[in-house]
């Protein structure tokens, strides 16, 4: 009995050691902000990975519900990362999520690109001062689930999510499409 309180009392310490690594982590990257680089820069300085996005790394995919109980896959991606990428980020989403929501099939809608644009300008201590924005590309589809592959789009979860996942890992993007595709945002968002 002895040993089950000690396992709980070191899976907290655990718990709240991680979490004040995280906070810790966060607060480390935003304090750089002052050393001329900014958040900005740790969020869109490379082609974007399969993994969620959240609060201090807006690139990565996210899932929602749609009303009519659909799912809505986004992948955002930094400038330098082409849209065929974010659209097997999404895929791998959308297919990941049905596995573990024990769905054996899915059928996705075609992908939609559209680019989100980062402000330039910020307030502090009432002084307006320039900054960097976080500019994003942003593929979006929608996923419905199924259990028995009726349509003949449906694609299997399991297998589309490891290959995917695999095409991802294994993949290169060469200098000069990151370049394009830098441009390309840039020429969206005003910045050329």
Same mark, same amino acid.
């Given at each position: ?90 895929? =791998?989403? &959308? $297919?990941?999520?049905?596995? #573990? ?6 059928? @996705?809608?075609?992908? !939609? %690109? ?36 009726? =349509?003949? &789009? $449906?694609?299997?979860?399991? #297998? ?6 695999? @095409?991802?890992?294994? !993949? %290169? ?20």
């Amino acid at each position: 009995m002895a040993n089950m309180g000690l396992g709980r009392l070191g899976a907290r310490r655990r718990s709240v050691f991680g979490a004040a690594m995280l906070i810790g982590a966060s607060l480390a990257a935003l304090s750089l902000t002052g050393c001329g680089a900014s958040l900005g820069d740790f969020a869109t300085a490379s082609v974007t990975n399969y993994q969620a996005a959240n609060l201090f790394a807006p690139a990565g995919y996210n899932i929602s519900q749609n009303a009519d109980g659909s799912m809505h896959v986004t992948a955002a991606g930094s400038p330098s990362t082409p849209t065929d990428r974010l659209t097997k980020i999404a895929m =791998a989403a &959308a $297919a990941d999520y049905g596995n #573990e929501q024990h769905q054996k099939t899915f059928t @996705a809608t075609p992908p !939609e %690109t559209t680019f989100k644009c980062g402000k330039t300008k910020s307030t502090d201590k009432g002084k307006v001062i320039d900054i960097k924005p976080i500019d994003l590309r942003v593929v979006a589809i929608d996923v419905t689930y199924g259990r028995d592959g009726i =349509a003949p &789009a $449906a694609r299997n979860t399991r #297998e589309t999510a490891e290959q995917m996942k695999a @095409a991802l890992a294994s !993949e %290169t993007v060469p200098p000069d499409v990151q370049a394009a595709a830098t441009q390309e945002v840039a020429q969206q968002c005003g910045r050329t």
